[in-house]
Structures are given as structure tokens and as C-alpha cells.
């Protein structure tokens, strides 16, 4: 499922946090050939540059291995963009992947490239491949589509160009590579205000979930999935209603918030504390009975700054009664997570939320304990012997 792209398509990389791209693959000889290099460059713009068909794919191919892993020759091949957008609008089938994929490894990483690919009028031939019945046609339209909706100039344009719907077909019906790059890809064009609501209209937390349950829990897809479902849920009731729905739903977010990243925990515990802050008494029964508790416990101690606040906001809300307390008798972590533990159904769960208490507690000693040591060097004089200084008895 998170394995790296086929030779149809490039393996995966993290490029920014709010968005996402891979890059090229294994690292060619002619790149590690300093003196033959400029000369392959010359070479490729050449035959892209010919008349003959043959001669333009095989130029692509060489602009491909060539800019796999280089960016020096990304920018030194960057006017190949214009011949070889114009190879995906031939009727020639056997061009347009081997254009596709130079196209692809040229915007890798280069924001100018991206944009230029786009102004080059490349989204529509790349939104038809899309619904192509060629599998390995559509993976690599689909990684091309995240590679450019990570540049935010072209996020509105992607979506402007019918993109959204399609790429939620994909995650519906697609190959599992192009699962992992349509989640990938909406979530890049997410980050634009005004893609939300065309990827709202999709209905695509169902398909998110299914995808969710199946990748594995620490990897960059199901990072983005869980970026994806943070944004839906905060906007729109309906994909809060629909992730409550779906069955293993929250199971899914919640097992992310056990094993995911850092990142992608932060994104679990914001959509979970929205949906609580939305409507307590319509999620909190759902998210209790996920047993959450042990995750929420870690991610206090253990999370981001931003998620660390989230989790013992979350705990508040899941507590028995709704109302905070008076400040004269102020909630500590200890008395929330007691009072969510006496709730809870079942030996298992409430075993391994005790535990989990028992061993945040042991951590908070040792931390202050640790705490208190660093302060006491720090105060005491470097230069006085302290083991002597209060008996020592002047010399006669």
C-alpha cells in the first residue's frame, strides 16, 4: 500500500507541511557523469525538438532518467515543458506517458517548472488521462495532478479545470497507488479555501476511511488522509455525521492516534475535539467506546504543543458532566481521566487506561525530579567546592 511508485510512477517524499509531492527514483548514471551531462541535455532538446515520433519519445524517456534525482537538470531541461505538453495532445497513445512522466520528474521540487507546466496548458490533456482505462495511464495522471496542486498558484486552477470530482473517483475506484496519490492530492488542494467546498460536494469520507483502515498507520498517506478528514469535519456536519456512520470509522482515527505520527495525530485529536465541541452529546459516546482514552493520554505528555492542548481539552469534554468546575477546585488531568476510566465498559480498556495513568504519572516525577536537579546546577556556583565548603575548619 505505502510502498514507493512503480517504474510507471515515482516513489514519495514529504516536500512541505501543507503539501505534498513525490520525487523521482533511482539515481542514473548520466547524472553522476558531470562532463557527459550537459551533453545529454543537449542531446534530449534536441530529439524533442525533431519531427519524428520516435525520436520525441525516446527524448522524454532521457528527460525523465535525467531529472529523476537532479534538480541542476530540472532547471537546465526546463524548456522541454512546452514539446512535451504538446506530445500529451497528440493522438499517438504511446507518447503520452512517457511525456507524462518527464513532465512529472521536471516539477518535482521546482516551483517554477509546476507552474509553467500549467500556464503550458497541460491540465486538460492530464484531467482526460484520468479517466482513462489504462491503469498505469491514470496513476501517473494522478501523481502528476499532486505533484502540481502542490504549488499554490495552481491550486485553484486545478479545481477550476474539473479536477476534484474526478481525483474522488479515483479514491473510490482507482488502483491503490492512485488512492494513496488522490487523497494526497485533495489534500494539497484543500488548503485552498475554495476547493473545500467542491471536495465537500464529493461526499468522500467513506472512502477516505476505507483507505485509512487499509495503509499503515505511520505513513505519509494516512498523514494526509487524517489532514483531509480534520479539514472536512471542521467545516461541514454531514462528513461528521459521515465518519460517525461509517463503519470503523472513528476506529480508524483512533488508531491513528495511538501509532500515526506526530503530525497525524494532531490531525486525529482536531477532528475528534470538533466533533466534541460541535455536538458533545452526539460524539461522545462514539469516540469513548474507540477506547481513545489511552491515546489521548500519550498524546498529553508526548504530542505537539498544539496537540497537547487539544488532547486535555478533548479529556475535559469526554468527562461525565458537561460543566467545568469551580475554579476553587480546578479539574487536574488525574481527576479527569479517573472520572472518564469509571466509565468506560470493559476490563481491557479500562486496565490499559489505568496503566497508561499510572505510567504518565511515574513520567511527570521523573520529569519535575529531572526538573528540580537542572535548577540546583544551575543556581550553585560552578567554582565552589560544594562537598567541603561548610566544614571546612581554618588551619591553625
Not at 476547493?195 to 469520507?205: K, Q, R
Not at 477506547?291 to 487539544?310: A, C, D, N, R
Not at 535548577?375 to 575548619?393: M, Q, Y
Amino acid at each position: 500500500m505505502d510502498s514507493p511508485h512503480s517504474p510507471s510512477s515515482c516513489s514519495s517524499s514529504t516536500s512541505s507541511t501543507c503539501s505534498w509531492e513525490p520525487h523521482g527514483g533511482a539515481t542514473d548514471s548520466l547524472e553522476l557523469d558531470e562532463p557527459r551531462t550537459p551533453l545529454a541535455i543537449r542531446r534530449a532538446l534536441q530529439l524533442l525538438n525533431s519531427g519524428e515520433p520516435e525520436l520525441r519519445v525516446q527524448a522524454a524517456r532521457d528527460i525523465r532518467r535525467l531529472t529523476k534525482t537532479s534538480q541542476r537538470c530540472r532547471r537546465q531541461l526546463s524548456e522541454a515543458v512546452g514539446p512535451l505538453v504538446s506530445m500529451l495532445r497528440v493522438d499517438s497513445p504511446e507518447s503520452h506517458e512517457p511525456a507524462l512522466l518527464a513532465l512529472l520528474n521536471l516539477a518535482v521540487k521546482d516551483e517554477k517548472n509546476k507552474i509553467n507546466i500549467v500556464e503550458a496548458g497541460a491540465l486538460e490533456p492530464i484531467i482526460s488521462f484520468l479517466k482513462s482505462q489504462d491503469p498505469n495511464l491514470q496513476e501517473s495522471a494522478t501523481a502528476s495532478l499532486l505533484t502540481l496542486s502542490a504549488s499554490s498558484t495552481n491550486k485553484p486552477i486545478i479545481s477550476a479545470c474539473g479536477a476534484i470530482p474526478l481525483l474522488a473517483e479515483i479514491l473510490r475506484n482507482g488502483s491503490l497507488q492512485a488512492k494513496a496519490d488522490a487523497v494526497m492530492a485533495l489534500a494539497n488542494l484543500s488548503t485552498h479555501p475554495n476547493n473545500l467546498s467542491v471536495i465537500l460536494e464529493t461526499n468522500p469520507i467513506p472512502f477516505i476511511v476505507d483507505l485509512l483502515k487499509t495503509c499503515k498507520k505511520s505513513s505519509k498517506t494516512a498523514e494526509k488522509c487524517c489532514a483531509l478528514i480534520e479539514a472536512l469535519v471542521d467545516n461541514d456536519e454531514c462528513s461528521r455525521t459521515a465518519l460517525t456512520s461509517e463503519e470503523g470509522g472513528i476506529l480508524a482515527v483512533v488508531e491513528v492516534l495511538e501509532s500515526g505520527t506526530l503530525q497525524s495525530r494532531e490531525h486525529v485529536v482536531g477532528a475528534l475535539l470538533t466533533m466534541c465541541q460541535n455536538d458533545r452529546c452526539k460524539y461522545r459516546e462514539p469516540i469513548l467506546r474507540e477506547g481513545v482514552i489511552p491515546g489521548l493520554l500519550e498524546l498529553t505528555v508526548q504530542g505537539t504543543p498544539k496537540s497537547q492542548i487539544k488532547a486535555r481539552t478533548l479529556l475535559q469534554l469526554l468527562r461525565e458532566s458537561p460543566y467545568p468546575r469551580s475554579e476553587v477546585q480546578p479539574d487536574t488531568l488525574e481527576n479527569l481521566v479517573c472520572n472518564i476510566i469509571s466509565q468506560i465498559d470493559g476490563d481491557e480498556q479500562c486496565g490499559k487506561a489505568k496503566k497508561m495513568l499510572s505510567e504518565m504519572v511515574q513520567v511527570s516525577m521523573e520529569q519535575s525530579l529531572r526538573h528540580l536537579q537542572q535548577r540546583a546546577l544551575v543556581c550553585t556556583p560552578s567554582d565552589l567546592p560544594i562537598a567541603g565548603c561548610a566544614s571546612e575548619v581554618p588551619s591553625k
